[in-house]
């Protein structure tokens, strides 16, 4: 009685979500293309970090050689970007890695999933609002903070602010009312600022090419020790020290202040996967989605490379400004006047990072609330502007409340909990999928390609049973050399179990690597861990792939989503204790919603409960395999050749 009450429940957490494959039907407006995508993920990804983070990163860790560090960064971005790349191809709805994992791994998994999500973006939106606020009030020489600090300071350290931002709530309501207001008004919005950024950004490239010179990326520390001991010039600047120099030269701290810093760097690429919550949005999603992630993480790295090597030309790596490298640095050159362009591209980076905070934020909402995991009001759809307008306005309306009252420096880390975490779930889906042993649909294989499938004679004959795969057994043979080239029950089963036995080995390795460092039992613990790793990975590599066609694969398997898998999960590690009991906290009140409402009253428990059964999924007026069919269930219809 006890297991078969454990087994029921393990079934309704592991549920997978049942989708219409038909990818033109939308309660959402079609009206995006491929280059306003790219705009959004620019915009979101580009944000005020390249004006910020390229002068700490090379003063502090890197040196010159922070342009490695954005490649670095980037690769690995790149990995994810992929990983998303190929389930925006798989299923072009609205979700993003919610919907993702759904279809995957379970409800369970996608609730976590969504609910981490939407307080990153949340956080995204409150802390961007504040950052331009106080951007826009350093211009005008700090009037709405002296103004704030005299009528309204709220005396309440370490909960509250020291004052509410009355100008970064007006921010995040306009907004708000932008988005409601339509999808197509938001994104050209978006495209408008997300120019002016570039052609500031390039415009700063250029001018510190032109002002730059080569010697600062081959710096003496001896020189310039003794020239700076030798002076006799009053100076407010501190002087350089042996430590702030490191060795001179492009690798002044050496290839491990290069690491370090792409671990920095990588947080400044964080936001393309608001390109996948527009699947619903965007005309053709099976080629936009994929072509506007990797469209627009690689005009980001060519922006941070370019804006990181003007600058570290500009300037000595170790005079750089942490807080305003890039005015500081054309003060250095003689150019003042170019910081007012610097101002005017900072405004609007930060105006497109805020929109792109919030215009995934409602629709992961919306996509929750509509499958019954979040309450039901809130997947309300604008018949005029088709648009999720409860979703939006609530959204907005808390991003707002935490923007005015609290202080977001200690909350900013829990968006990077939610985001790595999506990341991971993500290539671990991607890494599932690829190897299991049944065919898509061709009705799914129609609605993830534009191309017309080769239908074959056999579809015509009636239905035939799948012929037998030889040698189907668990055997040491069977597992590292398998004689099938097409995926297997075994070949699909060995696949799960190692990415299962992946993700616990890789929480272990990157605990053990961020607490041990370099001692001796942990580098011994690394490279057992490491060695099963490689094992694991080898098992996986060894068995079939699924050939089903796709707008977009990730290439390279099983590698790019393992090392994505790594790469996420240390990350994550590296986050403190109190960033951990947030999200503790976070999660516990995500739990009693879930159990309290979502379990009951997801749309797959009302299709579970209900006493007929009509398939979601349609094409030409017959039923379409599910995604649940699709990917994990064999094709029950192919007609058997008469013998």
Not at 309 to 320: G, H, I, R
Request: charged share 15%; glycine share 8%; hydrophobic share 50%.
């Amino acid at each position: 009685m006890i297991l078969a009450t454990l087994k029921d429940i393990g079934k309704q957490l592991l549920r997978v979500k049942v989708v219409d494959c038909n990818s033109e039907d939308s309660r959402l407006s079609r009206c995006l293309n491929t280059f306003d995508l790219i705009a959004l993920g620019v915009g979101s990804t580009l944000g005020a970090g390249v004006y910020v983070l390229a002068g700490a990163v090379a003063r502090d860790d890197s040196g010159p050689a922070i342009v490695l560090s954005f490649l670095i960064a980037a690769l690995a971005s790149v990995l994810a970007g992929l990983c998303y790349a190929e389930f925006g191809a798989r299923v072009p709805k609205t979700g993003s890695a919610y919907l993702y994992s759904y279809v995957t791994v379970g409800e369970l998994w996608a609730f976590i999933t969504g609910w981490n999500l939407i307080l990153s973006y949340i956080i995204g939106t409150s802390s961007v609002a504040r950052a331009w606020s106080a951007t826009f009030d350093e211009l005008i020489g700090k009037q709405i903070e002296e103004f704030c600090r005299r009528h309204m300071t709220m005396n309440a350290p370490g909960v509250l602010a020291e004052y509410p931002d009355i100008f970064a709530v007006v921010i995040i309501l306009i907004l708000t009312g932008l988005l409601a207001f339509g999808v197509k008004e938001s994104a050209l919005v978006s495209k408008v600022f997300t120019c002016i950024n570039v052609i500031v950004l390039l415009s700063v490239v250029i001018a510190g090419f032109i002002k730059g010179n080569q010697k600062n990326w081959n710096l003496i520390p001896d020189e310039i020790l003794n020239v700076t001991s030798n002076s006799s010039l009053n100076t407010s600047a501190p002087l350089p020290t042996k430590e702030s120099l490191g060795a001179g030269g492009f690798l002044p701290f050496g290839w491990t202040g290069v690491f370090s810093g792409a671990a920095t760097c990588f947080y400044a690429f964080i936001g393309f996967d608001c390109i996948a919550t527009t699947g619903e949005e965007v005309k053709n999603p099976q080629r936009a989605i994929p072509v506007g992630i990797v469209a627009s993480l690689l005009i980001c790295f060519v922006a941070y490379f370019g804006v990181s090597a003007a600058l570290t030309v500009m300037m000595p790596y170790y005079m750089l400004d942490k807080n305003s490298p890039l005015p500081v640095a054309f003060k250095y050159v003689g150019w003042e006047g170019a910081t007012y362009a610097v101002a005017t591209g900072s405004l609007c980076a930060l105006s497109t990072s805020l929109l792109g905070s919030m215009f995934p934020m409602p629709r992961v909402i919306w996509a929750m609330a509509e499958d019954g995991l979040l309450f039901k009001c809130l997947a309300k759809i604008s018949s005029r502007t088709k648009t999720p307008l409860t979703a939006t306005v609530i959204s907005g309306v808390v991003a707002a409340v935490m923007a005015f009252l609290f202080d977001l420096k200690d909350l900013v880390d829990l968006m990077s909990i939610g985001t790595l975490l999506a990341y991971t779930l993500v290539a671990a889906c991607v890494l599932v999928l690829r190897y299991q042993p049944q065919q898509p649909s061709l009705a799914y294989e129609m609605a993830n390609t534009q191309e017309e499938p080769e239908i074959p004679e056999a579809f015509n004959e009636g239905n035939i049973d799948m012929l037998p795969q030889p040698d189907d057994r668990f055997t040491m043979k069977n597992l590292l050399l398998p004689s099938n080239t097409e995926p297997s029950p075994l070949s699909g089963f060995a696949v799960n179990i190692c990415t299962c036995v992946l993700g616990v080995l890789v929480c272990f390795f990157s605990v053990v690597a961020v607490q041990g460092g370099l001692a001796l039992w942990s580098v011994s613990v690394l490279s057992i861990l490491m060695l099963l790793c490689l094992t694991v990975t080898f098992i996986v590599w060894r068995q079939p792939q699924n050939k089903a066609k796709l707008a977009f694969k990730v290439p390279l398997l099983p590698f790019v989503p393992i090392i994505s898998m790594f790469i996420n999960v240390y990350l994550m590690m590296q986050l403190d204790k109190g960033t951990w009991m947030r999200f503790a906290i976070w999660m516990a009140l995500g739990f009693i919603i879930y159990f309290g409402y979502g379990i009951r009253n997801s749309a797959e428990a009302m299709l579970t409960r209900s006493d007929t059964y009509t398939p979601a999924c349609t094409i030409k007026g017959e039923p379409m395999a599910t995604e649940k069919d699709a990917f994990l269930h064999d094709v029950n219809a192919i007609g058997q050749e008469d013998s």
